[in-house]
């Protein structure tokens, strides 16, 4: 069987080293906000080229605390619109809404996965005031070009798929718009042996407001300047995500050998690949090919030993929580959602498996 995913083969290679993390915070003492948070904010906030980066419990609150923190600024208030992309993961849109803001849904070029400025354009109201883009399966969206149309907008990155990606000017995810969140959920680029997630910005004001946001509202104990919530980064896993984050461009890299061998091998009219230039842009979150029978190209792969799955199923419209925005017609998005399928593209799978992959996608007919 060839998995999905395999966590314990991608942590495996990194034994010794979390073993030794584990003991020396044992040893420590400090299990919340010590040494290892510290550490890897720095280093992090060095990895993506930002000033700061604030770590906190998931990529869900780092999103719904960058908008809470423009809140408190006075840059956002309630009612304000949010343009989101319709196809994302749902966390996109809670962030939104959690913030009693309003999301706009946009539909993306179906052969990027990706918002463009164009289509942002047509949705741009007087109630407008940010836009979160989505580096949605590892690739970055077009920012400078959507900087073009919205300058006084607020571009929020949701970059828990991008880990690294990084563009034309040298910029990484996590430092192409004002502010940005991370998830280091276990299966993302980097990810935790647990929840984790983070924040990166520029921005002092808003890397402090969320400072204090994320541990009660204070940054001195039992003063409490805002009503903050409980949301931070666990020493263990930060310490944990230190070890990752050292190889996380040799796996970037072992993602996009993967691709390009999905991308030049796979030949077979009934089923279209993601575009990509080729450039470090994509970390390659995941591989999503396309295809009218995408349910029979998922049962044939799995009948035949390959685990595949679908990011996402269900568009966020059509997800019972959100049924005020049920009557949204997008066409676009709905027919992503219903002819999507992502390929195994772990940096542990193996060449001859990859080999298996094509090799099975080239011979299915589509009255298998
Ligand atoms: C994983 C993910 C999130 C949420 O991250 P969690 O750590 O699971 O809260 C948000 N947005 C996108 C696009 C994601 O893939």
Redesign the pocket.
Known sequence: MIKFLDLNKSNKKYENQLKKEFSDFLDSGYYILGEGVGKFEKEFAEYCGTKHCIGVA????A?TLIFRGYIELGLLKEGDEVIVPGN??I??VLAITENKLKPIFVEPNPNTFLIEAEEIKNSISSKTKAILV?H?YGQLVDVASIKNISKDLLIIE?S??AHGAINRDKLKAGNVGNAS?F???PT?NLGALG???AVTTNNLELAEVILKLRNYGGLVRNNNELKGINSRLDDIQARFLSVKLSDLENQNIRRREIAEMYITEIKNINVLLPYWDLSANHVFHQFVIKSEKRNNLQRYLLENGVQTDIHYPIAITKQKCYSEYSDLDLPVTFELHDNILSLPIYPELLDEEVNIVVKLINNFDLDL
């Open positions: 998931n990529g869900l609150d999103l994302t993961y966390a996109s989505v949605l949701d828990a798929q969140g998830s280091f959920y993302k929840d984790g997630g």
